[in-house]
């Protein structure tokens, strides 16, 4: 998200956590606000979900806000130096001021409008808890996917990342006879096996673990 509060915006480019065993922290989005699907999106499009990121171009966070945009919202500080659940609370309180119209994602990835975008109505921090990566989904966080695939976790891992959704990741494969012990952390084995898997299913071989390559270790080629 590249913004001037006066109104120019430019572009930039989780998981059923319940399934992994962490704690949850929300249950569903109050009113007509966006989906915690929608919010996956639009962070793995503006930062690849990573709420520390700090962007050449003067953006910050998993929102990619600039200071300015921040600071009219109430934030403090660094963006990227903020909690997730105080960069969440900051994402919803923007879009209740102005929609989706800061994220040129938003249009990107489709992301429709609803009740609630600029309506005006100033979000209470309870409101905002459903947005966070681990935060159940409404009665999918109770039911898995018909499919047997658990949720993509909304984050674009790259060589070095650890993450408790990585570890499932391994051990599928290892089930498919890959050597993973499911440490979660993204090293040599976990990248020879990510070019090995978007070779085989003709993705990009970018060695980025993304939806396409999450999706493919239970899918047969």
């Given at each position: 998200m590249r913004i001037d509060w006066r109104g120019a915006v430019g572009g930039a480019a989780v998981v059923l956590?319940?399934?992994f065993g962490l704690p949850a922290v929300g249950t569903t989005s109050a009113?007509?606000?966006?989906?915690?699907?929608?919010w996956a999106t639009l962070r793995a499009c503006e930062s690849s979900g990573r709420y520390g990121v700090v962007a050449s171009h003067g953006h910050y966070g998993a929102y990619q806000f600039d200071i300015p945009t921040w600071r009219s919202v109430g934030g403090t500080g660094l963006p990227s130096d903020a909690s997730v659940e105080e960069q969440d609370y900051r994402a919803?309180?923007?879009y209740r001021m102005r929609g989706w119209q800061p994220w040129e994602c938003a249009g990107m990835r489709d992301l429709e409008p609803?009740?609630?975008?600029?309506?005006k109505r100033v979000?209470?921090?309870a409101e905002s808890a459903y947005m966070a990566p681990g935060a159940p989904r409404g009665d999918r966080a109770a039911h898995p996917p018909a499919d047997g695939v658990p949720a993509w976790p909304g984050v674009v891992f790259a060589f070095g990342d650890c993450h408790p959704a990585l570890?499932?990741?391994?051990?599928?494969?290892?089930e498919r006879g890959y050597g993973f012990t499911g440490t979660g952390c993204y090293r040599e084995r976990t990248r020879?096996?990510?070019?090995?898997?978007?070779?085989?299913y003709s993705i990009n071989p970018s060695g980025r673990l993304g939806p396409q390559t999450w999706r493919a270790a239970w899918t047969e080629p």
């Open positions: 956590m319940t399934v009113g007509a606000d966006p989906s915690a699907d929608d919803l309180y923007l609803d009740g609630d975008a600029a309506s979000p209470t921090r570890r499932v990741w391994q051990l599928r494969m290892k020879a096996a990510v070019l090995e898997v978007q070779r085989e």
